[in-house]
């Protein structure tokens, strides 16, 4: 079964959990899913006369939060005594989805035609609308201008630019420090030469392309400080610089400052002397770069990397080997919790003083207990419940995991075994961290730094790119559901041995988890997770994974819905309108992902008066499906339910 842990039925903690999530949700700037009327859509006007398209009016410019989608209307006005046949075509970006690309007007006509926007760039971006009406065309700018949007859910992505690709090869000083491995740390620090710099800003376009808000990276303080008392700063300077850059990847940085030298001694951070050094590199890095950082990731998986140093553990702690008693697990976790703790606290304060309106998160702790790996889950359970008891929350803004529910290097289940897809989601379930916090009355936002990590061999055939999408898909969507506010993925090359990416940069193949991300990033940007009571399976917490899965998202007008199935059999999935409330005119998308056959197909359209409103949709086992639908009455007041039934196609 690939080692996924099955989870024991939902308890009564968990239940209350659950019950207390949009008290979390909106504390941490999550909003709980409530309808609202929207704004009346822009309009672009075109009057068709002597057969010639003309422009009569376009909004000057059309503002919305990044990743929302903004509900636009073409109005087309034949003014002929005859028909005429008009085209329609967009070019991005930013997004344009049309309803309808080719029409035929009757004489003296007006016709609406409704089209979809959206952009997750925060620079103004223009994209063009063109209207043919037989040899002429009539071209409409479209200005979209963006505001980020703090409360919404933003994806990210890491990787490895500053040690990795086209840097690689760069010749560097060679390092002190007398220990093994510190002399190759030197040429990690020196600024790329023009034409390498060029080659990487090049390589970060695909950033972009995804759609992603943040990068994270390694400000590592082994690196930069690989020779005592001497900061090496130059390609750390020129990474944060290139981060943030138009012309790179575009993004916020999301700063990881872990990772002692290894010139330090091993009992780091349980010593007096390594805590004192360890305040001086937090201080160095955040007052350097606190024009340039928006978040900053105290360490990096402290359990699994502080396990490893023999002055900290027990041999027996070792992973693979007996495990401890409930004594040795108790001080264990207590001596690590009081570790983790001071560094916490070390890199909060200063992190404070010098960068004040930065957001602050704790290490990005591993696995979190749902699935078994190095980092056993008695020690891993109690470690958290001392630091959550001892004020861990007082001093950061959020709580930081990493998900790799396959573990890492991940192997995605075998898309023929369907009991172990069931097994990834639930071990992909974050309601026992719900369930924790809740215990301990601690109301954090939730950031996940790294997910995924689905391993792709470089010759692999379709079927494990297949797989590893649809585990992506999966992974994502259950983090967005559950309220985190940043979810990142790992990574997005396949530099020096890694396997878990989504571009082969040798050939910068771009693999179908490129595809997939790029559309649940699109999807689902900005958006906050609903509970829907109309639906069983949509709730956030506790969902039974063992049939059809669904959960529920609003981001402004626009309501969405990703669903999938681990039923053996096709399921038939009718989501049923109320009546429809005048004057609103829906516009539905469609995403469906599949395990065979063609990957993704998608359509749009707006239903006529005329047609049914309910949406029927069959989900084949495995497949995954993102609707959407954007209206002037979006909260999902217009669902009346949901039913799921065995497909009898």
Not at 170 to 194: I, N
Not at 524 to 546: F, H, M, V
């Amino acid at each position: 079964m690939n080692g996924f842990r099955r989870k024991a039925p939902e308890s009564i903690t968990s239940r209350v959990a659950r019950a207390l999530l949009p008290l979390v949700m909106a504390a941490a700037g999550h909003s709980v899913c409530f309808g609202q009327a929207a704004a009346d859509p822009p309009v672009f006007r075109v009057c068709v006369k002597d057969g010639a398209a003309t422009q009569e009016s376009v909004p000057a410019t059309i503002e919305l939060a990044a990743g929302w989608k903004e509900r636009c209307v073409l109005e087309l006005r034949n003014l002929d005594a005859e028909r005429r046949e008009v085209t329609i075509e967009a070019a991005m970006p930013p997004r344009i989805a049309l309803s309808e690309a080719r029409i035929v007007l009757s004489p003296n006509q007006t016709r609406a035609v409704p089209f979809l926007i959206q952009s997750l760039a925060l620079e103004e971006q223009e994209g063009r609308l063109t209207v043919g009406v037989g040899a002429t065309e009539c071209v409409l700018r479209v200005r979209v201008k963006c505001r980020p949007d703090p409360q919404g859910l933003r994806f990210g992505v890491l990787d490895h630019f500053e040690m990795q690709g086209p840097i690689a090869s760069m010749p560097g000083p060679p390092a002190g420090g007398g220990k093994p491995g510190a002399k190759d740390l030197g040429r990690l620090t020196v600024a790329p030469t023009e034409r390498i710099a060029e080659e990487m800003l090049e390589a970060m376009r695909p950033i972009q392309d995804l759609g992603c808000r943040a990068y994270r990276m390694d400000l590592s303080w082994r690196i930069v400080e690989h020779t005592p008392d001497v900061f090496a700063w130059d390609r750390m300077d020129w990474m944060t610089r290139a981060i943030r850059s138009p012309s790179g990847a575009g993004c916020e940085v999301v700063a990881q400052i872990g990772y002692q030298p290894l010139w330090l001694s091993d009992d780091f951070p349980a010593n007096a002397e390594g805590r004192q050094k360890y305040s001086r590199w937090v201080e160095e890095v955040v007052s350097r770069y606190a024009d340039r950082v928006d978040t900053w990731e105290i360490w990096n998986e402290p359990l699994l990397f502080w396990l490893r140093h023999p002055g900290h553990k027990p041999d027996k702690s070792r992973p693979g080997q007996a495990p401890l008693s409930r004594e040795e697990t108790d001080a264990l976790a207590a001596s690590h919790a009081g570790m983790i703790l001071s560094v916490i606290r070390i890199a909060s304060e200063t992190i404070r003083k010098r960068d004040p309106g930065a957001t602050i998160l704790s290490p990005g702790f591993e696995d979190f207990f749902n699935v078994p790996g190095p980092v056993f889950p008695e020690y891993a359970r109690r470690t958290y419940e001392r630091l959550l008891t001892d004020g861990m929350a007082e001093h950061v803004d959020g709580f930081c995991i990493h998900s790799y529910p396959a573990g890492f290097p991940g192997k995605a289940p075998p898309l023929d075994d369907i009991p172990s897809w069931r097994e990834f989601d639930e071990a992909a379930d974050t309601g026992r961290l719900a369930e924790l916090l809740a215990r301990h009355d601690v109301r954090l936002p939730l950031y996940c730094t790294e997910f995924g990590g689905f391993r792709v061999p470089r010759k692999a055939g379709a079927e494990a790119e297949t797989a590893a999408a649809l585990a992506l898909l999966r992974n994502g969507s259950i983090l967005a559901h559950q309220g985190f506010r940043l979810v990142t993925y790992f990574e997005l090359y396949d530099w020096g041995d890694s396997m878990t990416y989504l571009v082969r940069f040798q050939d910068q193949h771009r693999t179908l988890g490129f595809a997939a991300y790029q559309r649940l990033i699109g999807a689902l940007s900005g958006a906050t997770a609903c509970e829907l009571p109309q639906i069983p399976q949509a709730r956030i917490l506790g969902s039974d994974y063992g049939g059809v899965v669904i959960k529920a998202f609003r981001r402004g007008p626009e309501d969405i819905v990703c669903l999938w199935s681990n039923a053996a059999t096709p399921r038939r999935v009718r989501l049923r309108e109320t009546t429809q409330a005048a004057g609103d005119s829906p516009l539905w998308e469609h995403a469906r992902f599949a395990p065979s056959g063609d990957f993704l197909t998608e359509k749009i359209w707006c239903p006529g008066e005329a047609e049914a409103r309910d949406f029927e949709v069959t989900v084949a086992s495995l497949e995954f499906h993102i609707l959407s639908r954007t209206s002037s009455r979006p909260g999902f007041d217009w669902l009346a339910g949901a039913d799921v039934s065995a497909s009898t196609k």
